[in-house]
């Protein structure tokens, strides 16, 4: 139990979000529950473990049998990557989800990020400024609210792109429900990955203690042809631990939906130890204590540009800090009246907002369209059709052969457009 359960307001906060119910943006938290960062930095943590995220890049034809040395059975380096892509994205997982809540610290609501919002940042790895890892975010639409992120690299020619919106609901047993939308692409040397996210939902909101729990399932499609299916469940499902997993890496999308041996199993926690069967032996595959996410360098908010995140927040967030719920509400009522004003003048001048590093691509329209030059949309394309998965507008990862995909009628993906990028001449790095 936490300290939130010595408070009488706790149980005066769970029975305001019963009698809500729906959407959690619609109601103002107490703030005790309130986080100080803003969902715009959670898409950094794609790129936290750098030495996995560039390790995927390096593996090749002269390297591949010594890089899982306790596995035995890989016969090319196609499936090392499969592994290696695997372990970093395991990884992510811990970060994304469970680093906010260690040390007991609980999860909180973290700041909604307004239109346009960016957060940047970089990995440095040694002198070179093309060996650094760079990272934009950017909240590419306010309603609904959808973040865009790229992590790349240049000289180990390795990039991560993709969005993610996310519908919250209460349950009436009131568990926080948590679906997504959207994707992640990983492009490297000639191989590219569709990555899609799984749901979620909170425990421990009775004893005041709420995490993460990852639930049904996520897959990682390859290029190559090779599937990874992984199915998560909590405490007590196929394991007696908190964020269980198993992944089965599969030939192809056909051998996955036929059930068929898959090449690899591996089994375990996405925050800690998991093992994989080699041949008839379970070795241990990866342990998440042998690898420590590294901290992203932020320019320090001086030197910050207003729709720098941490910048547009700084008085929030020091309200929080503080506790002092007048100060949170004025000086969020400041900044979010100032968004109102900004769409209101935008409405008048017919001069909508315009995004900065991300572009919608309609991919009905698109593949209509001969001139269009969007290589990772028609990787997105390729993979979900390798992959049986909806290309639609409709939780992430559903099959096509689902009633969601028949009834959904758009197709629109948010891709980064590198250019952009590089011809930003006001936020820098
Ligand atoms: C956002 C997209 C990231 C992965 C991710 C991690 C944690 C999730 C977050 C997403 C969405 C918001 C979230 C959060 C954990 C807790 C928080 C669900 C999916 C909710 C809004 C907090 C509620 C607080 C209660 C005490 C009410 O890639």
Not at 59 to 68: L, R, T, V
Not at 212 to 217: C, S
Request: charged residues 25%.
């Amino acid at each position: 139990m936490s300290e939130y359960s010595e408070t009488v307001s706790w149980s005066s906060f769970l029975k305001s979000i019963a009698s809500v119910s729906g959407d959690l943006s619609s109601f103002t938290a107490p703030p005790f529950i309130l986080s100080p960062v803003s969902l715009s930095e959670f898409s950094q943590y794609w790129g936290a473990y750098q030495d996995l995220f560039l390790g995927v890049a390096q593996i090749n034809k002269q390297n591949y049998e010594a890089y899982y040395p306790q596995i035995r059975s890989i016969k090319s380096p196609d499936v090392t990557r499969m592994l290696a892509v695997l372990q970093w994205y395991l990884a992510t997982l811990k970060c994304q989800y469970t680093s906010r809540t260690q040390k007991g610290a609980f999860e909180k609501k973290p700041l909604n990020p307004f239109l346009g919002e960016v957060f940047v940042g970089k990995w440095e790895n040694n002198e070179s400024k093309k060996s650094d890892t760079i990272f934009l975010s950017e909240q590419v639409s306010h309603h609904p609210p959808v973040n865009a992120f790229a992590v790349f690299n240049e000289e180990n020619n390795i990039q991560v792109q993709g969005y993610s919106q996310i519908k919250t609901s209460f349950s009436k047993t009131l568990k926080l429900n948590v679906k997504q939308q959207g994707h992640a692409i990983l492009e490297t040397n000639g191989n590219s990955f569709l990555i899609t996210f799984p749901s979620l939902h909170l425990e421990g909101m009775l004893v005041a203690a709420p995490y993460v729990e990852l639930e049904d399932t996520s897959y990682i499609q390859s290029s190559c042809g090779m599937i990874w299916r992984i199915e998560y469940s909590g405490k007590g499902y196929f394991s007696g631990q908190k964020n269980s997993f198993k992944a089965n890496l599969y030939k192809d999308a056909k051998a996955m939906e036929k059930n068929e041996k898959p090449i690899f199993t591996v089994n375990g926690q996405w925050s800690g130890v998991s093992t994989i069967f080699d041949g008839n032996k379970e070795v241990l595959f990866s342990d998440q204590s042998k690898h420590q996410p590294q901290p992203l360098k932020v320019k320090p908010i001086e030197n910050q540009h207003n729709l720098e995140s941490r910048k547009a927040w700084d008085d929030v967030a020091k309200a929080i800090e503080l506790g002092d719920m007048k100060l949170i509400s004025q000086t969020k009522n400041k900044l979010e009246n100032n968004q109102r004003e900004l769409r209101k003048k935008e409405a008048k001048e017919k001069k909508p907002w315009e995004n900065r590093w991300f572009k919608k691509v309609d991919v009905i329209k698109t593949k209509t369209e001969p001139d269009f030059e969007g290589d990772t949309i028609n990787k997105l394309v390729a993979l979900a059709e390798l992959s049986g998965i909806s290309i639609k507008n409709i939780q992430s990862g559903s099959k096509t052969g689902t009633k969601e995909h028949k009834k959904a009628t758009t197709a629109s993906h948010w891709s980064f457009v590198m250019d952009n990028w590089l011809n930003e001449k006001e936020i820098t790095i």
